[in-house]
């Protein structure tokens, strides 16, 4: 089994029934992590409750370019990101291998715009992901990563392990895991989803991060988008990692790690 796991909960502050969810999963000792959306509905209110003892230092940001109006004014002009209305739509491909300038600059822009509404509500964001794993896509990942590094933050890696990546898109992945270690220099060792867990994947050592997207079951049960219909996330954990500690992010970025007891 690994070392330490994170099991972080994605896209708090979409809504409140979102942070109803995630902040119902940290209570019940399920998740360790979250990361918050700063240009979603319930963002402000997600800010709130980061403050809370057993949320704190554990929100990181959920970097967003796919959904929802931009906070920046340069991306809304750059048609590869953005309809006229301000709203992302993005249109690179995932193998896109080079922004132009003006793209790379609003980019940035963006990520700095984002970050920065955090801090205006009192969030000082643990680490870094993404909003449907857009810093997967290679010059999105290099941003963010060197960000990460500025902010003396982690950053998530690709997703690493699970059946369904094939020899191709596994060297692409191990390609940009590796770059974006480099240029961010903290990350967790491996990443994975619920169904990986279920599949039996779990590593034999290292720090695990378990992307989530907890649903309610009913009572203080958590079911997941990753796994089926009334499945139990909660018992899917203690049969794979039970015993493991949970800890946030704070244990790999700079200067956090006593904010990041491990939780029950």
């Known amino acids: 089994m690994p070392s330490q796991v994170i099991v ?29 959306m700063a240009n979603m509905p319930a963002f402000s209110a997600a800010c709130s409750l980061a403050q809370l003892p057993a949320l704190r ?19 809304r002009q750059q048609p590869r990101f953005c309809a006229p209305n301000g709203e992302f739509d993005l249109r690179l491909k995932q193998r896109t291998l080079r922004l132009s300038r003006a793209e790379r600059d609003a980019v940035e822009q963006e990520l700095q715009a984002q970050w920065q509404h955090c801090l205006n509500q009192g969030l000082m964001p643990s680490h870094l992901d993404s909003h449907q794993h857009v810093h997967n896509i290679w010059p999105i990942g290099v941003i963010v990563a060197r960000f990460a590094a500025r902010e003396g933050v982690a950053v998530r890696l690709a ?43 779990a590593p034999a050592q290292g720090l695990l991060e378990v992307v989530a997207h907890p649903s309610a079951l009913g009572g203080h049960d958590f079911g997941d988008a990753y796994l089926g219909s009334g499945e139990s996330l909660k018992a899917l954990v203690e ?19 006593a904010l990041d007891a491990p939780i029950s």
């Open 239 to 257: 049969l794979r990692l039970g015993g493991v500690p949970r800890v946030g992010y704070g244990v790999v970025g700079e200067g956090r790690q």
């Open 57 to 75: 230092g554990r929100i990181g940001l959920h970097f967003n370019l796919t959904y929802g109006r931009a906070l920046s004014q340069a991306i």
């Open 8 to 36: 972080n909960a994605d896209d708090f502050g979409l809504s409140a029934h979102t942070n109803a969810v995630i902040l119902h999963a940290f209570q019940a000792g399920l998740i360790s992590s979250a990361t918050a």
């Open 159 to 201: 997703r690493n392990l699970g059946h369904n990546i094939g020899p191709l898109k596994r060297v692409f992945k191990t390609l940009l895991n590796r770059r974006l270690k480099q240029l961010a220099g903290a990350t967790a060792d491996y990443v994975c989803t619920p169904a990986d867990l279920r599949a039996g994947l």
